[in-house]
């Protein structure tokens, strides 16, 4: 059994994969993601021994270890240490059998861009600045604003309000702000899923996007988000089952 740990700035995720005979045969046998907090060596040990016990496994089973993700190098208890656009990649290589060529990566507080060649390996890539905006953590605050889990962010016959803001704070004032005034929540959703969208086409630039494109990390559950990409980019965007998974995933297969 092989456990692949992926320490995000907002989230933890944990992977238990049951080895098969080969790669290909490996099988994810558990998997949990929780919020960060403080003490995440002391979260990664209690979360792994709840694994254990839901597998009804124990210690010596465990045959790798491997961990990625903003705190990686806070952890104690793993023996491999990955960094995650080499996981990321190796995650989405697996997951799609080697199709994808562009991954769009939205992060806690990131939003990656990676180029793939039809190994799956790295070839180019971009990050945003360190702004909130466009990122997971910003998904998180206009859920709780707008009283709406990220997986009903869905709003493709909706009209969509503008929204100017391109500080998460400023973004999120402008959010109660419109809310006060009586604006429609999903008309709000699908300016705050257009704006991100825009973001994301802007970092892309020229010559980065090459089809097959998927869409990963916790807000890619938000099928509004993967509309307005489609409409912003202008090609289809595909999003593997469990996305925010991809990275603790493939951790462990990093070469």
Known sequence: MKIGIDVGSTGI???FVKSGESD????IIWKIVVPTKPGQSAMVDDLIQQGLTAVSAVPTDIE???VTGYGRNL???TSHVVDEISANAAGIKRLTRGRARTLINVGGQDVKIIKLDPAGQVTDFKMNDKCAAGTGRFFEIAATILDTP???FHTKDTQAININSTCAV???SEIVSLLAKGVNKYSIIKGINNAVAKRIATLAGNGLLEEEIYLDGGPAKNKGLRESLEEYLLCDIKVVEAPQFTVALGSLYVD
């Open 75 to 77: 952890i104690n208890s």
């Open 170 to 172: 400023f973004a999120e």
């Open 64 to 66: 790798k270890t491997c």
């Open 150 to 152: 990220l997986e009903k």
């Open 13 to 15: 995720k944990i992977v």
């Open 24 to 27: 290909n045969s490996d099988q």
